[in-house]
């Protein structure tokens, strides 16, 4: 028989390791679970394990601390989530009419013409100077500047109820 073969036999410790893990969680799932990490850690730490030194203890010994950390792991867990039930119970509850009205103010601008579109986008949303954006536009600055006029002015419209009322509808604030 080879001596390394029967030093290190975890595989008839298994039924010890079984009943324990069962006392241990009273359910047979939960200490099937048990007895795989022990096992698992075990053949980790195989290099851990003296010669003279009982298999058993040394089995039984990794699959209580396994369990002690389940346990502990779950502690910690159900703290986090208390914690985080009464962190939920002083949040407010995202407006929703912020969402549409960056909804509306988006399809207001997309219904832009293209270069009144461009310009905008250039100097209001990349924050290109005027003369940066006339020349990524290869247009004169003049040019530049009456599309922007333009197009602000469009939206001003839709917002204050022009030609295109009812387009950009004002939710919670003033009429």
Known sequence: MNPRKSRFDVLGQIGP????????????????????????????????????????????????????DRVRARGSEAARIAESGHLGENSLAAPQEHSVRLSQIREAFLDLPEEQRAALHLVTIEGLSYQEASDTLGIPLGTLMSRI?????????????????????IIGGRK
């Open 17 to 68: 390791l079984r009943r324990y893990a069962r006392s241990l969680t009273r359910d047979a799932a939960d200490a099937e679970d048990l007895v795989h990490d022990a096992l698992v850690r075990a053949y980790e730490r195989r290099s851990t394990f003296r010669a003279d030194g009982n298999m058993r203890a040394w089995l039984l010994s990794i699959l209580h601390n396994a369990f002690i």
């Open 149 to 169: 006029g333009r197009a602000r002015g469009t939206l001003r419209e839709l917002e204050e109820g022009g030609p295109a009322r009812g387009r950009l509808r």
